[in-house]
């Protein structure tokens, strides 16, 4: 099968990257979803956040361990996995085409129009990560695709057990996008977070939310934190 970068590609911006962590591709049939954990500077177009081997590894291993975790115990909420390679550190998801962000061109009113029920279903996807005790901040639209009329969860790579060590923003700002950082330093002082301490989980969970509120309906942000 035949693979090909996959870029966001939404009105009046061009073809960006999807993510900050791995390289992105899709099958030429745009049915099989790629997530390749390699720091490639062609598809990173010499923005690479993620320069570290072992940030990289790290990343690879969070991604491995947690979107299995939801395959098993959640299946429904995953697109499903075709096949892992541990050598090159790639994984394969079944998808239909392009990525929720995508499908909505990066406007919330179209959310409702691809999808009706995204709120509730994106609800019980987050109810099912805090059923097995995951904390997930790589929560932007684009880390869901649509298959069979279903939202299906993906990247991992951020995601965190709530039995770890708790981590500061600093420790992770290096794959957190420049502008995400400015929404992020616009509630520290609201929650009363400092960025180079570290900091409970539900305080994170806050943070997180409130810096998508550029991507959500604050409606549904506030669902998402009573969860």
Same mark, same amino acid.
Request: with cysteine; charged share 25%.
């Given at each position: 099968?035949?693979?090909?970068?996959? +870029?966001?590609? *939404?009105? @009046?911006?061009?073809?960006?990257? $999807?993510?900050?962590? +791995?390289?992105?591709?899709?099958?030429?049939? =745009?049915?099989?979803?790629?997530?390749?954990?390699?720091?490639?500077?062609?598809?990173?177009?010499?923005?690479?956040?993620?320069?570290?081997?072992?940030?990289?590894?790290?990343?690879?291993? /969070?991604?491995?361990?947690?979107?299995? =975790?939801? #395959?098993?115990?959640?299946?429904?909420?995953?697109?499903?996995? *075709?096949?892992?390679?541990?050598?090159?550190?790639?994984?394969?998801?079944?998808?239909?085409?392009?990525?929720?962000? $995508?499908? #909505?061109? @990066?406007?919330?009113?179209?959310?409702?129009?691809?999808?009706?029920?995204?709120?509730?279903?994106?609800?019980?996807?987050?109810? #099912?990560?805090?059923?097995?005790?995951?904390?997930?901040?790589?929560?932007?639209?684009?880390?869901?695709?649509?298959?069979? @009329?279903?939202?299906?969860?993906?990247? +991992?790579?951020?995601?965190?057990?709530?039995?770890?060590? $708790?981590?500061?923003?600093?420790?992770?700002?290096?794959?957190?996008?420049?502008? /995400?950082?400015?929404?992020?330093?616009?509630?520290?002082?609201?929650?009363?977070?400092?960025?180079?301490?570290?900091?409970?989980?539900?305080?994170?969970?806050?943070?997180?939310?409130? #810096?998508?509120?550029?991507?959500?309906?604050?409606?549904?942000?506030? =669902?998402? *934190?009573?969860?």
């Amino acid at each position: 099968m035949e693979y090909e970068y996959y +870029y966001n590609d *939404l009105p @009046g911006q061009g073809l960006t990257r $999807n993510n900050l962590i +791995y390289t992105s591709l899709i099958s030429k049939d =745009k049915n099989v979803f790629v997530k390749w954990y390699y720091n490639d500077t062609g598809y990173h177009q010499g923005k690479n956040q993620v320069i570290e081997p072992l940030l990289m590894d790290e990343k690879w291993e /969070r991604e491995l361990k947690y979107i299995t =975790k939801m #395959a098993n115990f959640f299946p429904e909420h995953v697109p499903k996995i *075709l096949d892992i390679d541990m050598k090159n550190r790639k994984i394969f998801l079944q998808v239909e085409g392009k990525d929720f962000w $995508n499908l #909505a061109e @990066g406007q919330i009113p179209n959310y409702y129009k691809i999808l009706p029920d995204w709120q509730d279903q994106m609800l019980d996807i987050i109810k #099912a990560h805090k059923q097995l005790s995951l904390h997930k901040y790589s929560m932007h639209p684009s880390s869901y695709f649509i298959v069979s @009329g279903k939202l299906k969860s993906i990247n +991992y790579f951020f995601t965190y057990s709530k039995f770890e060590k $708790n981590i500061s923003i600093s420790q992770v700002q290096s794959h957190i996008h420049v502008n /995400r950082q400015e929404k992020i330093k616009k509630y520290l002082e609201f929650l009363n977070i400092d960025w180079n301490k570290s900091q409970p989980w539900s305080k994170m969970d806050m943070l997180c939310w409130h #810096a998508f509120q550029d991507c959500y309906d604050k409606s549904f942000i506030d =669902k998402a *934190l009573s969860v």
